[in-house]
């Protein structure tokens, strides 16, 4: 089973910038794409960044030119820096992994969370 522990969040003020870390471990070879979630109160789970192994990124649109996704395969860790950060990237954030379904072991995977605070 994979686990995910992330770190890094923290209180921040407007403009400026955190960066978070996700360490995977536990049936790490399957993994496939890799991400970050976030979820700020009375609001669903959207999605922040994904990468795939191979070091393809996608971004959310309220994030796209203020954040960067990338990952390192050989320590087992997905990075997520924020620049810029404005008051309503305040939530929690969450690791993503998802495993093929044709491990034993396929599913999707969620570390515990982060909160990112930014104040005005």
């Known amino acids: 089973q994979v686990q995910l522990v992330e770190s890094g969040g923290g209180l921040v003020q407007a403009g400026g910038s955190l960066r978070l870390s996700c360490a995977a471990s536990?049936?790490?070879?399957?993994?496939?794409?890799m991400g970050w979630y976030r979820q700020a109160p009375g609001n669903q789970r959207e999605v922040v960044a994904t990468?795939?192994?191979?070091?393809?990124?996608t971004y959310g649109d309220s994030v796209k030119g203020r954040f960067t996704i990338s990952r390192d395969n050989n320590r087992n860790i997905v990075f997520l820096q924020m620049n810029g950060l404005k008051p309503e990237d305040t939530a929690v954030y969450y690791c993503?992994?998802?495993?093929?379904?044709?491990?034993?072991?396929?599913?999707?995977?969620w570390g515990q969370g982060t909160q990112v605070t930014v104040s005005s």
């Open positions: 536990g049936g790490i070879s399957t993994i496939g794409i």
């Open positions: 993503n992994a998802v495993v093929p379904g044709y491990f034993s072991s396929g599913g999707t995977y």
């Open positions: 990468v795939t192994k191979g070091g393809a990124t």
